[in-house]
């Protein structure tokens, strides 16, 4: 994707995400009132604190992306990493009373460490093994949090972190602007980072496994150490959202280690346009907006008064968001980014590569539908289907 | 030693649970590869379905037969969903097992968040006839019916099943099909036939695993199928992906290891060592511990 | 059946026109023409990876396909075939034998046979087992057992069990040793005398005993297609297309 020449830096897709991230910045000198999307004025602390929920919840789902559709691990447990994120900075901070900054690097530690020997482990099979074992493992670190060893984690209670450490600054409804500029600031590093990581030479190597593993063997190199690169980075980067989450809610709740925050993510980054970096971004942010939004909504009079058989499914974000989902997978294949890019196809009438340079979004799915089909996803399982063999 | 087997009997209990939720998991993914994430909110759907039959439905309730009625709705309408999904949501996404994982995610969350929108997300009291609460003396222990009820309810599923694959001529479609689906088709067969069938009856023992859930934790609550299902994905793995009798011996072993573990470790410890008797296993064999369908 | 004139020998049984198939981003198939004429036996040869397996897959609808696919029936109607469902193809009287036989080993070989019995098709298990006394006394044991040869035979059975019009058979003697390869074309030569067969081979002895036609894919494309006795005739365009003399011998 790197072959389209001088004229690249010119076009204005280019600066978009700068643009972005200007607007975004600035975001919080508007007292703009958008009535309807939000309650308060944008700068107000309740909507800056949704905005930067959304904001680090695109970052995750980038992270996700990274894995699942710039590589095509199918990953059940990416919660894990964010949780390991949380509790460990938190605990860090909490109960060792260490100061912002070598709370980071344990928790940047654990954020290589941990994933580093899952993926050691999960990625010696493919396919859904490799999906079923992150689901386990990603269980284990559920298991733990509840279970509550030695009153660490708070169980189900959560836990509150301790204030004193964290600079002031980040603390209190006063600063909820500083805590969103902190979560734009996280978003930013990790689309960056991935931007930079998915156009290097590993970048090509997990599209080309998730395009065809074998086709990479056949090459002479070995995927295993490219995916466990990519796992770990993602988990890493979900590590720091983690950190991100924890400063922006101040404490660590434990439905971050379940597995439908999982599946959560799985569902932004399909909404949004697996194999897009804006994509899942968008839908990071658009899922967690609807989330909150969907929540407020069903506890609106406008809602309540309606007769139960609207009101009940209504007042279920995830009903809504999940049967979203399931017309997404149906009626738009490639999620917001693959309709995007189709619209544009049309427009320019030439085949042109979606704004980041990533192979066309929407594509992905199909790509991996296909490896799926010739039986080199399920792992080295008996009873393989032979699709076509 | 009545501890042990009190032990020994609740383990077979939960590995009765397991089995009943995996092995429709795992027929599925034999034949159709789909994992199928909706699973457990067959379980939930067959719970409350059960729960709101005994309350509502004239005849039915928590003694003896009218429970069995209360069960066989509960297990008709699980039935009746997974059916509907397959047709009119996994079929036309015949052999795109992407994105009918992910249709399957979609509705996990859908299907269970409605039924929290419906039912609230607070456990409800589970009707049960009241010889399921007795005990009967075992070797020494004193065991709860409840544990022969979901024993004897699994092993004649799983003597059921077997009979029906082995003999059969959908059964033979179905053994044929796990192993190599297209081939099927080229001997002029319409394997989604088999498919619909599959599906539906998975639905089923999720539902009556629901029900017997019901029964043995006394109370049933929204989430429940999604706890279920990981441990019953984990025993489909470590029985071999497709296999009916593998899937009986994992879930035994893991109903086992997690049930003692837990009582002679610390609570919590059983479902760690699951996952790390899943992680062994998939390392020594990745293919889990069978190969056969049945 | 109407009073349509049945197909006669010649007429054109099977046609494929501007077939392509692509599978994970490869063009596989470049735009396929090809008819195979009734009653006689159509070999189709090229190189490994030529598109021999996949042109007889397309026309099964085993691999998804653009362009045409056309069969005529036994009552002289056309059936078009893309877009069908393969076991909706199977039943109008395809037979397939696949290239590495694909027989289910995990059944027994009676299991096996009783799977092949078509919905709408007489059985004769009397002819397999004439031809493949074996399989008979074999009948409890798993397929996955067999030797190559043996389930090879399981393979055939299957195609002859049912009533065919056309048989689809891909490199049948792969791997087996010189007298079951023999063994294999003799019984290819009896069912030709009543179904007509496209046939995947490699071996071309087997071919210049069994072939009346011809056709030669290459890179995804017809490369030459007419009479097999002519183009094995002409040693240096056989060499040209397949990249192997045929040998001057007969069939074993
Ligand atoms: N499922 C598939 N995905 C990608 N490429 C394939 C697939 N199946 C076959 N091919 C490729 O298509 C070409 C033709 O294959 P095939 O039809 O099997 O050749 P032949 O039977 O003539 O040896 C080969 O290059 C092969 O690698
Ligand atoms: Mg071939």
């Known amino acids: 994707m790197r072959g389209d020449g001088g004229v690249r830096g010119l076009r204005p897709g280019r600066f978009a995400p700068l643009v972005v991230l200007v607007v975004l910045a600035l975001l919080p000198y508007s007292t703009l009132q958008v009535p309807g999307l939000f309650d308060g004025v944008l700068n107000s602390p309740g909507t800056l604190q949704l905005l930067a929920l959304c904001l680090v919840f695109g970052g995750v789902a980038l992270s996700y992306d990274l894995l699942f559709g710039f590589t095509g691990l199918l990953s059940f447990g990416h919660a894990l990493y964010f949780a390991a994120g949380t509790y460990v900075a938190n605990l860090a901070l909490t109960e060792l009373g260490w100061g912002l900054g070598p709370a980071l690097l344990l928790t940047s530690a654990v954020g290589i460490a941990l994933p580093l020997l899952v993926g050691g482990v999960a990625l010696r099979v493919s396919g859904i093994a490799f999906s079923m074992v992150t689901l386990a493992t990603a269980q284990v670190g559920s298991i733990l949090v509840l279970q509550d060893p030695g009153g660490l984690t708070g169980g189900e209670e959560g836990l509150a972190v301790a204030r004193d450490p964290i600079p002031d600054a980040l603390?209190?409804?006063?600063?909820?602007?500083?805590?969103?500029?902190?979560?734009?600031?996280?978003?930013?590093?990790?689309?960056?980072?991935?931007?930079?990581?998915?156009?290097?030479?590993?970048?090509?190597?997990?599209?080309?496994?998730?395009?065809?593993?074998?086709?990479?063997?056949?090459?002479?190199?070995?995927?295993?150490?490219?995916?466990?690169?990519?796992?770990?980075?993602?988990?890493?980067?979900?590590?720091?959202?983690?950190?991100?989450?924890?400063?922006?809610?101040?404490?660590?709740?434990?439905?971050?280690?379940?597995?439908?925050?999982?599946?959560?993510?799985?569902?932004?980054?399909v909404l949004g346009g697996a194999g897009s970096r804006w994509g899942a971004v968008l839908g990071g942010?658009?899922?967690?907006?609807?989330?909150?939004?969907?929540?407020?909504?069903?506890?609106?009079?406008?809602?309540?008064?309606?007769?139960?058989?609207?009101?009940?499914?209504?007042?279920?974000?995830?009903?809504?968001?999940?049967?979203?989902?399931?017309?997404?997978?149906?009626?738009?294949?490639?999620?917001?980014?693959?309709?995007?890019?189709?619209?544009r196809e049309r427009r320019g009438g030439r085949a042109r590569p979606a704004g980041d340079g990533t192979p066309p979004p929407g594509r992905v799915v199909e790509q991996l539908r296909d490896a799926a089909g010739r039986g080199a996803g399920v792992g080295a399982g008996a009873g393989r289907p032979h699709d076509g063999t | 030693m009545s501890t042990f087997v009190l032990l020994a009997v609740t383990g077979l209990g939960l590995a009765a649970l397991y089995f009943l939720v995996a092995s429709g998991l795992s027929l599925i993914f034999g034949l159709m590869g789909v994992l199928n994430f909706a699973h457990g909110a067959f379980l939930t759907i067959g719970a409350y379905g059960t729960w709101w039959a005994a309350e509502n439905l004239p005849g039915a309730g928590d003694g003896g037969w009218s429970f069995v009625y209360a069960v066989v709705f509960g297990v008709a309408v699980g039935t009746l969903v997974a059916a509907l999904v397959e047709l009119l949501l996994i079929r036309p996404l015949y052999e795109r097992h992407i994105e009918q994982v992910l249709v399957t995610v979609g509705l996990s969350l859908a299907l269970v968040a409605l039924v929290r929108a419906i039912w609230g997300s607070d456990p409800r009291p589970f009707p049960r006839p009241a010889w399921t609460q007795r005990t009967t003396?075992?070797?020494?222990?004193?065991?709860?019916?409840?544990?022969?009820?979901?024993?004897?309810?699994?092993?004649?599923?799983?003597?059921?099943?077997?009979?029906?694959?082995?003999?059969?001529?959908?059964?033979?479609?179905?053994?044929?099909?796990?192993?190599?689906?297209?081939?099927?088709?080229?001997?002029?067969?319409?394997?989604?036939?088999?498919?619909?069938?599959?599906?539906?009856?998975?639905?089923?023992?999720?539902?009556?695993?629901?029900?017997?859930?019901?029964?043995?934790?006394?109370?049933?609550s929204p989430g429940q199928g999604t706890s279920l299902l990981i441990f019953a994905f984990i025993v489909v793995v470590i029985g071999g992906m497709s296999s009916i009798t593998g899937t009986a011996a994992a879930a035994v072993l893991v109903g086992l290891v997690q049930q003692f573990a837990n009582y002679y470790a610390a609570s919590g410890v059983g479902d760690l060592s699951v996952v790390l008797l899943l992680a062994v296993v998939l390392l020594a064999r990745p293919g889990g511990l069978t190969a056969r369908v049945a | 059946?109407?009073?349509?004139?049945?197909?006669?020998?010649?007429?054109?049984?099977?046609?494929?026109?501007?077939?392509?198939?692509?599978?994970?981003?490869?063009?596989?198939?470049?735009?396929?023409?090809?008819?195979?004429?009734?009653?006689?036996?159509?070999?189709?040869?090229?190189?490994?990876?030529?598109?021999?397996?996949?042109?007889?897959?397309?026309?099964?609808?085993?691999?998804?396909?653009?362009?045409?696919?056309?069969?005529?029936?036994?009552?002289?109607?056309v059936h078009r075939l893309s877009g069908r469902r393969t076991h909706e193809v199977v039943r109008l009287g395809v037979g397939y034998a696949p290239?590495?036989?694909?027989?289910?080993?995990?059944?027994?070989?009676?299991?096996?046979?009783?799977?092949?019995?078509?919905?709408?098709?007489a059985h004769h298990h009397d002819r397999v087992f004439e031809l493949f006394p074996e399989l008979r006394t074999r009948g409890r044991q798993l397929a996955g057992t067999l030797s190559g040869g043996?389930?090879?035979?399981?393979?055939?059975?299957?195609?002859?069990?049912?009533?065919?019009?056309?048989?689809?058979?891909?490199?049948?003697?792969?791997?087996?040793?010189?007298?079951?390869?023999?063994?294999?074309?003799?019984?290819?030569?009896?069912?030709?005398?009543?179904?007509?067969?496209?046939?995947?081979?490699?071996n071309l002895t087997v071919v210049r005993r069994l072939a009346t036609d011809a056709v030669v894919v290459d890179q995804g494309r017809v490369a030459w297609s007419g009479s097999a006795p002519d183009l094995l005739a002409d040693a240096d365009r056989t060499r040209e297309l397949l990249g192997v003399a045929p040998s001057g011998g007969h069939a074993a």
Do not use: C
């Not at chain 1, 407020?296 to 009101?311: E, G, I």
């Not at chain 3, 198939?29 to 042109?55: E, H, M, P, S």
């Not at chain 3, 689809?168 to 005398?193: H, I, N, Q, W, Y």
């Open chain 1, 171 to 269: 603390v209190g409804v006063f600063n909820t602007v500083n805590k969103y500029w902190l979560a734009l600031a996280y978003l930013a590093l990790v689309y960056l980072v991935v931007t930079w990581v998915t156009n290097s030479r590993a970048g090509h190597v997990w599209q080309a496994i998730r395009e065809n593993e074998r086709r990479v063997e056949v090459l002479g190199l070995r995927p295993y150490g490219f995916k466990l690169l990519v796992f770990v980075l993602a988990g890493l980067l979900a590590a720091f959202g983690g950190v991100v989450h924890l400063l922006l809610l101040g404490g660590s709740t434990p439905r971050v280690t379940t597995a439908d925050f999982t599946l959560g993510l799985l569902v932004m980054v």
């Open chain 1, 285 to 343: 942010v658009l899922y967690t907006y609807l989330d909150s939004r969907l929540t407020d909504l069903a506890a609106s009079p406008a809602v309540q008064d309606l007769p139960a058989w609207l009101r009940v499914p209504l007042s279920e974000p995830l009903f809504l968001l999940g049967t979203l989902f399931v017309l997404v997978v149906f009626f738009v294949p490639g999620g917001i980014a693959g309709l995007v890019s189709r619209l």
């Open chain 2, 137 to 220: 003396s075992l070797l020494g222990a004193q065991v709860p019916n409840d544990r022969f009820l979901l024993v004897a309810t699994a092993v004649l599923v799983l003597v059921a099943v077997l009979v029906f694959l082995r003999t059969t001529r959908v059964g033979l479609v179905i053994r044929a099909g796990v192993e190599n689906r297209s081939m099927v088709t080229a001997l002029g067969i319409d394997v989604r036939k088999a498919f619909t069938l599959v599906f539906a009856v998975g639905g089923a023992f999720a539902a009556l695993a629901g029900a017997l859930g019901g029964v043995y934790l006394g109370s049933i």
């Open chain 3, 1 to 77: 059946m109407s009073g349509a004139t049945a197909a006669g020998r010649g007429d054109v049984l099977l046609r494929m026109s501007d077939v392509h198939v692509r599978l994970s981003g490869s063009h596989i198939l470049q735009g396929v023409d090809l008819a195979v004429r009734q009653g006689g036996v159509t070999a189709l040869l090229g190189r490994n990876g030529a598109g021999k397996t996949t042109t007889v897959k397309a026309a099964l609808g085993l691999v998804p396909s653009t362009g045409l696919v056309e069969l005529t029936g036994a009552d002289g109607r």
């Open chain 3, 99 to 121: 290239e590495d036989r694909e027989v289910f080993g995990g059944l027994t070989v009676a299991e096996n046979l009783a799977l092949a019995e078509r919905r709408g098709s």
């Open chain 3, 150 to 202: 043996q389930q090879q035979m399981v393979a055939i059975a299957r195609l002859l069990l049912n009533d065919n019009r056309l048989l689809l058979v891909d490199e049948p003697t792969k791997g087996l040793a010189p007298l079951l390869v023999a063994e294999v074309a003799e019984v290819l030569a009896r069912a030709a005398e009543e179904v007509t067969i496209l046939l995947v081979e490699q």
